[in-house]
């Protein structure tokens, strides 16, 4: 069964570092997502992406954070300059997408991200 | 705007009795709502989804959940828990109901706990 699967598992960086999370959509989808938990919080949305462009994104995804989809099969988040606050688990989800039926988003196994 | 709360943090059942786990949810339209699974170290699975068809839903492994608008719930239950159901539960709301491009808002997620 095809899955989204998410590198790395976990990683941790000093404050002020630049990381990027990789995320690979399962391959027919066309829409993806992140998500991050913050320990003891909500699943909160972070960003939508659909056709090379970002579709939707949330008040946390400010400045430091971009998306991109680089080679048409990786998706990743780049968190510019991270702070302290940025540590979570975050979460990559794809879509097949459609007009009027709602299709399931399928989840990756996160990546905890933790700054120090 | 939409939003869900997760009645229980934790949950603990004995293995063959029934499950329930609770959930309100809040919303401006007819919602779509879900719940998903996560057991340790994977990913979010989709357990089931009410999108205005039939109020009870089913799900995988023997879940069901029932929509009921006057009270505002989506509780889910289970007959008989098994040792494999022990995970973190969340319910979940889309933000629109439809539409292609479509967020998760999520319940802070509970617990659930099988004793042999």
């Known amino acids: 069964e095809p899955e989204v699967t998410q590198t790395p598992s976990h990683q941790v960086t000093q404050m002020g570092q630049e990381v990027i999370l990789r995320c690979v959509p399962i391959?027919?989808?066309?829409?993806f997502y992140w998500y991050r938990q913050i320990l003891g919080q909500k699943v909160e949305f972070l960003v939508s992406?659909?056709?090379?462009?970002?579709?939707?994104k949330s008040e946390i995804f400010d400045d430091q954070f971009s998306v991109e989809r680089p080679d048409g099969s990786n998706f990743t988040l780049k968190i510019r300059s991270t702070k302290l606050e940025d540590s979570a688990m975050y979460f990559c989800?794809?879509?097949?997408?459609?007009?009027?039926?709602?299709?399931?988003?399928?989840f990756g196994p996160g990546t905890r991200l933790t700054v120090t | 705007a939409q939003s869900v709360t997760q009645l229980d943090s934790h949950v603990s059942v004995s293995e063959g009795t029934p499950v329930l786990l609770r959930c309100n949810y809040s919303?401006?339209?007819?919602?779509?709502l879900f719940w998903y699974v996560q057991h340790p170290n994977k990913g979010l699975q989709l357990l089931l989804k009410?999108?205005?068809?039939a109020t009870l839903v089913k799900g995988i492994n023997g879940f069901e959940a029932e929509f009921k608008k006057s009270e505002t719930s989506f509780h889910l239950t289970k007959p008989s828990a098994h040792m494999s159901d022990a995970a973190e539960y969340f319910c979940?709301?889309?933000?629109?109901?439809?539409?292609?491009?479509?967020?998760?808002?999520w319940g802070l997620g509970t617990s659930l706990a099988v004793n042999p």
């Open positions: 391959s027919n989808h066309l829409y």
């Open positions: 009410y999108t205005s068809a």
């Open positions: 989800a794809s879509s097949v997408g459609g007009a009027l039926y709602y299709y399931e988003q399928y």
């Open positions: 992406f659909y056709n090379n462009e970002i579709s939707e």
């Open positions: 919303s401006s339209y007819s919602p779509s």
């Open positions: 979940v709301v889309s933000d629109p109901p439809t539409g292609n491009n479509r967020k998760l808002i």
